[in-house]
């Protein structure tokens, strides 16, 4: 489908909130039919660290942006991204809400509808540049290493060997020590449920390529959980969501496929 007819297509029925998540139904299994989605996202107001447009990974394969912002939303209409315009998610005005709200399309796309057509997506925060060349290359590899996701090391994850590390880094920032306590009290339920502080491979959330199938779904809705309980510092969260799931992932190199676009 062309551009143009696509873009089109995704306005004219931006206020009929079509885009809103599915309703999850018991129905056979269909094997998704294009390769890759692209998708990004900013859910908020006028002032934020993640209000950018980053460029468009690919020339070729689809590329998404999720917002609820009416003024990056018009902004869109320059860019080879496919606009969405997410009506029902409302404007909170407040960092950690908003944040919040962008849990859910981070960690499962595979409830979004327009999401749903694709064998792999690549997961990219909106201050991310991503190198399409390399993202390609992973995939080569998850497929030959039968790996289902794969996620880039923290910078500091030779440093870090406890989730206690990452949490005493967090709370230096005003964004995340504003649910401090409620990072002290999940790790604590964590180590009391039998789970341990020691990082096995310490990795950044704001990047991931995953496979589209049923073991991912569920490595993303349990760490969907996580998340409600933890706080918006995903990071902290995932540390013990790799507890579980760590032999499907692999490791890749810190910004080895992507840079800060505003660095």
Sequence with gaps: MPKDTKLGTLRRKRHKGLFQRAITLKRPYVPPAKRIAYYTCYFGGAQS?????PPVPSQTEDCYYFTNNDEIYAALESTRFIPIFM????????????????????????????LK???????????LTVFENRVNATIEEMERTDKLMALTKHLYDKQFASVWDEYELAIQYDRYSQQKEMYRAYIERQLRNGFSERILVHYCCGFSIRKNCRKVHEIGENWLHH?????????????????????????????????YTHE
């Design 49 to 53: 660290h993640s209000k950018w447009i």
């Design 87 to 114: 009506s029902n998610i409302p404007v909170e005005n407040d960092p950690i809400k908003d944040c919040m709200n962008t849990k859910e399309l981070r960690s499962c796309p595979h409830k979004f509808d327009v």
């Design 117 to 127: 057509n694709y064998r792999y997506y690549c997961w990219f925060d909106s201050k």
């Design 227 to 259: 998340v409600r309980q933890c706080g918006i510092e995903d990071q902290i969260s995932f540390q013990f969501v790799n507890q579980t799931y760590g032999k499907y992932i692999l490791p890749l190199e810190y910004q080895a496929t992507w840079k």
